[in-house]
């Protein structure tokens, strides 16, 4: 070990870090205003990186099949909804909007040839495509069972997880797949080379990572989730809708897992299923969080990338084993620290 | 086109229910078509709709079950396919660790199974369950033996090895440790790697710090190509060895010019137009059209090993026929038998011989030396 691979490897750290420290802020901001640990969250990264992979082959993916399909399952439901409780012109307005934006998606797709279209349009489409797909997940599959317990709501997020790595299976194929870099060139900073997909990831991170936290304090919508998770009942006395609340959350939370998957797409092959170990490695920066503090959560996250680096150095073999050990000596030492208090919701 | 891969999976599916009401032989294929291992699954699976018809003037039928890379899976769908359906044979599964779960049931009821894993370990040693099983997949000391020979002439004197940490891995590398000494090839880096790695920097750093004249990546599908574009973007000038693991088209395609100039031994589908005319040239030629015909891709190697399972059984069919009525355990011993006595025959993967030790069957007519140039594989 000299100084030079000490560098090689913690820039591997700090790229792997900042991917799970963006994961572990949404799953903490999905956890504290719905109670939902989002494990499709990895589905996200892992769709997103391939969606962008589809692309630059220029294959238009069938994924723009499914969203037509769930958004055609949500409108439907909606419209059920309104059956009841009587008609509603906005509402209708908004079930037509949905249906005109999955549709126009259909059609833009088929118009546009997708392997020339610049780098930055394909990410954006990929972002249109993906980002619904989140709160719509949230209407149809926890909004009807938004008051149940936290377990229930954990055990239909396992299952949501599995359907979309069968669906996902389906759309991608086996293979795998990995994009172009952003940018082509290498910095280098005396001895070592700096790749540049690293600096992008972590740059873009850091831009998510702020304008996050610029939202949620400075604007009302932002302050309004905050609420929801601070106190559920009292922010719906103040006029918070919950279902708002919980669809934000899920469309930040797939806005973050889909831009997450087209900053590691360029540096690593994604399979279908390589989102639910990402997303995992995420969680361990959660928890060692205590699932509520953003900042010990992102710093969390950075050292379980630092670790997973230098354990890959060291023992190849036990690199997992290293790394998801990590949660136990948090979970004891955040369970002899903090009393425990009973939710009576 | 997914319609277009269902419909002659539904044509054949509607023939064979036809068909249920005499007494046709049955065998039960087991693969992996979802889950982790769909890689391997998946052209196994459309093989399917490939296999004989018949044998020996019998229909045959085949069931085919999914195990989604699932061993506790693979044993249910083995014990269904013996006690419900009593199959006379059968395919399968896919995924090594699979397979030596199922050897015991296998042998148990007395049902010969033909497993198209990459172990070793199902065929070696024989005991007396694994008497039921035959391997339709080149040992890896095989394929290891053709690597080193050529590393020798190339005057390869150090080998790192990254391996992924699995069954494949491991194998290779218990195979590659005693190979390699006795060549006089020094191994000084053993490394390991999960599939679904997002960074293999520590592992190739590591191989890097010893400086080996070559390193061998043993890794299956597609998981072969991260540890070669590491070690390229790091600066590793030397030479790369792959395994037939690797012997896929994607890896060209994700791996782009860093595979230029890898070489690896593996079967002959992947060079047909180059390699000379012979019966198992023909065999694989006629394969790979003809599922490319159906899926509109070609096959992976993985398909051509249960394609040439179902070859083995209609080659030891009619011998079976005379021991006993498909359904009987007199059919099922008789075509162990008359497997075990499979000779000179062509399959996509090579010549089998097969004898009562060695139950996978190939000499060095099961592989050829490749190497990527200019994007494409070609004979080296």
Same mark, same amino acid.
């Given at each position: 070990?000299?100084?030079?691979?000490?560098?090689?490897?913690?820039?591997?750290?700090?790229?792997?870090?900042?991917?799970?420290?963006?994961?572990?802020?949404?799953?903490?901001?999905?956890?504290?205003?719905?109670?939902?640990?989002?494990?499709?969250?990895?589905?996200?990264?892992?769709?997103?990186?391939?969606?962008?992979?589809?692309?630059?082959?220029?294959?238009?993916?069938?994924?723009?099949?499914?969203?037509?399909?769930?958004?055609?399952?949500?409108?439907?439901?909606?419209?059920?909804?309104?059956?009841?409780?009587?008609?509603?012109?906005?509402?209708?307005?908004?079930?037509?909007?949905?249906?005109?934006?999955?549709?126009?998606?259909?059609?833009?797709?088929?118009?546009?040839?997708?392997?020339?279209?610049?780098?930055?349009?394909?990410?954006?489409?990929?972002?249109?495509?993906?980002?619904?797909?989140?709160?719509?997940?949230?209407?149809?599959?926890?909004?009807?069972?938004?008051?149940?317990?936290?377990?229930?709501?954990?055990?239909?997020?396992?299952?949501?997880?599995?359907?979309?790595?069968?669906?996902?299976?389906?759309?991608?194929?086996?293979?795998?797949?990995?994009?172009?870099?952003?940018?082509?060139?290498?910095?280098?900073?005396?001895?070592?080379?700096?790749?540049?997909?690293?600096?992008?990831?972590?740059?873009?991170?850091?831009?998510?990572?702020?304008?996050?936290?610029?939202?949620?304090?400075?604007?009302?919508?932002?302050?309004?989730?905050?609420?929801?998770?601070?106190?559920?009942?009292?922010?719906?006395?103040?006029?918070?809708?919950?279902?708002?609340?919980?669809?934000?959350?899920?469309?930040?939370?797939?806005?973050?897992?889909?831009?997450?998957?087209?900053?590691?797409?360029?540096?690593?092959?994604?399979?279908?299923?390589?989102?639910?170990?990402?997303?995992?490695?995420?969680?361990?920066?959660?928890?060692?969080?205590?699932?509520?503090?953003?900042?010990?959560?992102?710093?969390?996250?950075?050292?379980?990338?630092?670790?997973?680096?230098?354990?890959?150095?060291?023992?190849?073999?036990?690199?997992?084993?290293?790394?998801?050990?990590?949660?136990?000596?948090?979970?004891?030492?955040?369970?002899?620290?903090?009393?425990?208090?009973?939710?009576?919701? | 086109?997914?319609?277009?891969?269902?419909?002659?999976?539904?044509?054949?599916?509607?023939?064979?229910?036809?068909?249920?009401?005499?007494?046709?032989?049955?065998?039960?294929?087991?693969?992996?078509?979802?889950?982790?291992?769909?890689?391997?699954?998946?052209?196994?699976?459309?093989?399917?709709?490939?296999?004989?018809?018949?044998?020996?003037?019998?229909?045959?039928?085949?069931?085919?079950?999914?195990?989604?890379?699932?061993?506790?899976?693979?044993?249910?769908?083995?014990?269904?396919?013996?006690?419900?359906?009593?199959?006379?044979?059968?395919?399968?599964?896919?995924?090594?660790?699979?397979?030596?779960?199922?050897?015991?049931?296998?042998?148990?009821?007395?049902?010969?199974?033909?497993?198209?894993?990459?172990?070793?370990?199902?065929?070696?040693?024989?005991?007396?369950?694994?008497?039921?099983?035959?391997?339709?997949?080149?040992?890896?000391?095989?394929?290891? &033996? /053709? $690597?080193?020979?050529?590393?020798?002439?190339? %005057?390869?004197? #150090?080998? @790192?090895? =990254?391996?992924? *940490?699995?069954?494949?891995?491991?194998?290779?590398?218990?195979?590659?440790?005693?190979?390699?000494?006795?060549?006089?090839?020094?191994?000084?880096?053993?490394?390991?790697?999960?599939?679904?790695?997002?960074?293999?920097?520590?592992?190739?750093?590591?191989?890097?710090?010893?400086?080996?004249?070559?390193?061998?990546?043993?890794?299956?599908?597609?998981?072969?190509?991260?540890?070669?574009?590491?070690?390229?973007?790091?600066?590793?000038?030397?030479?790369?060895?792959?395994?037939?693991? &690797? /012997? $896929?088209?994607?890896?060209?395609?994700?791996? %782009?010019?860093? #595979?230029? @100039?890898? =070489?690896?031994? *593996?079967?002959?589908?992947?060079?047909?137009?180059?390699?000379?005319?012979?019966?198992?040239?023909?065999?694989?030629?006629?394969?790979?059209?003809?599922?490319?015909?159906?899926?509109?891709?070609?096959?992976?190697?993985?398909?051509?090993?249960?394609?040439?399972?179902?070859?083995?059984?209609?080659?030891?069919?009619?011998?079976?026929?005379?021991?006993?009525?498909?359904?009987?355990?007199?059919?099922?011993?008789?075509?162990?038998?008359?497997?075990?006595?499979?000779?000179?025959?062509?399959?996509?993967?090579?010549?089998?011989?097969?004898?009562?030790?060695?139950?996978?069957?190939?000499?060095?007519?099961?592989?050829?030396?490749?190497?990527?140039?200019?994007?494409?594989?070609?004979?080296?």
């Amino acid at each position: 070990m000299n100084f030079q691979i000490a560098v090689l490897l913690g820039q591997d750290g700090v790229t792997n870090g900042a991917i799970y420290a963006l994961l572990a802020l949404s799953i903490i901001l999905v956890f504290t205003v719905t109670r939902i640990l989002l494990i499709p969250l990895g589905e996200f990264v892992t769709f997103g990186a391939l969606t962008m992979a589809s692309f630059q082959a220029g294959e238009p993916t069938a994924l723009m099949w499914v969203l037509l399909g769930l958004t055609l399952l949500d409108s439907a439901l909606d419209a059920w909804a309104m059956r009841e409780r009587g008609f509603d012109t906005r509402k209708l307005q908004i079930i037509g909007l949905k249906l005109g934006y999955a549709a126009g998606l259909v059609i833009l797709m088929h118009s546009l040839t997708l392997d020339q279209i610049p780098m930055f349009a394909q990410a954006l489409l990929t972002m249109l495509l993906l980002v619904p797909i989140g709160p719509v997940m949230y209407r149809i599959f926890f909004q009807p069972i938004a008051s149940a317990q936290p377990l229930v709501l954990l055990i239909v997020s396992i299952a949501v997880h599995v359907a979309m790595v069968g669906v996902g299976l389906l759309l991608f194929g086996p293979e795998g797949a990995r994009t172009q870099p952003f940018t082509d060139t290498a910095l280098s900073l005396g001895p070592v080379m700096l790749k540049s997909q690293t600096l992008w990831v972590i740059l873009v991170s850091i831009i998510l990572i702020v304008s996050l936290f610029l939202a949620f304090e400075r604007t009302l919508y932002g302050k309004a989730l905050r609420a929801t998770a601070v106190n559920r009942m009292g922010a719906r006395l103040m006029g918070i809708s919950p279902d708002f609340a919980g669809k934000a959350t899920f469309a930040l939370a797939a806005f973050i897992g889909v831009s997450s998957g087209i900053l590691i797409a360029p540096i690593t092959t994604l399979y279908f299923d390589s989102g639910f170990i990402i997303s995992l490695k995420g969680f361990v920066g959660a928890i060692i969080g205590g699932l509520v503090s953003y900042p010990v959560a992102a710093i969390g996250a950075v050292a379980v990338g630092m670790v997973e680096a230098f354990s890959m150095f060291w023992a190849s073999a036990y690199k997992e084993i290293i790394v998801f050990t990590l949660i136990i000596p948090f979970l004891l030492w955040r369970s002899l620290t903090s009393h425990h208090v009973e939710d009576d919701e | 086109m997914l319609s277009k891969k269902l419909l002659p999976v539904l044509l054949v599916g509607a023939t064979l229910g036809f068909n249920a009401a005499q007494a046709d032989i049955k065998i039960g294929v087991v693969t992996s078509a979802t889950g982790p291992i769909a890689l391997v699954g998946i052209p196994q699976k459309n093989t399917v709709a490939l296999l004989p018809d018949s044998a020996g003037g019998e229909k045959i039928r085949y069931i085919s079950l999914d195990d989604s890379s699932d061993p506790t899976a693979a044993v249910k769908a083995f014990k269904k396919l013996i006690d419900e359906e009593k199959v006379d044979a059968i395919i399968g599964p896919s995924g090594s660790a699979a397979a030596m779960g199922v050897i015991q049931f296998a042998a148990e009821s007395g049902t010969p199974m033909l497993a198209p894993v990459g172990t070793a370990a199902v065929v070696l040693p024989m005991t007396e369950q694994k008497k039921w099983v035959f391997k339709t997949t080149q040992n890896d000391d095989l394929i290891a &033996a /053709a $690597l080193i020979e050529q590393m020798q002439k190339e %005057g390869v004197k #150090t080998l @790192g090895l =990254i391996g992924t *940490a699995d069954p494949y891995g491991e194998n290779w590398e218990n195979v590659m440790s005693g190979l390699a000494s006795k060549a006089g090839i020094k191994i000084v880096a053993t490394e390991s790697f999960q599939r679904q790695d997002t960074s293999m920097t520590g592992q190739s750093l590591k191989v890097l710090m010893t400086n080996p004249d070559a390193v061998l990546i043993a890794a299956p599908g597609s998981s072969s190509v991260m540890p070669q574009t590491t070690l390229k973007d790091q600066g590793y000038k030397g030479q790369i060895y792959q395994t037939h693991g &690797a /012997a $896929l088209d994607p890896f060209l395609r994700l791996g %782009g010019k860093a #595979t230029e @100039g890898t =070489i690896l031994a *593996a079967s002959m589908m992947l060079v047909l137009d180059e390699v000379p005319d012979s019966a198992a040239k023909e065999t694989a030629t006629h394969y790979v059209d003809t599922y490319t015909r159906i899926y509109g891709n070609p096959p992976a190697t993985f398909g051509g090993n249960v394609y040439d399972a179902g070859l083995l059984l209609k080659n030891a069919i009619p011998a079976a026929l005379e021991k006993g009525k498909p359904g009987t355990p007199e059919f099922r011993a008789g075509l162990r038998d008359a497997l075990e006595k499979t000779k000179e025959m062509p399959g996509t993967q090579g010549v089998y011989n097969m004898t009562p030790e060695d139950h996978s069957g190939f000499d060095e007519r099961g592989r050829v030396m490749i190497t990527v140039k200019d994007g494409d594989w070609k004979l080296l």
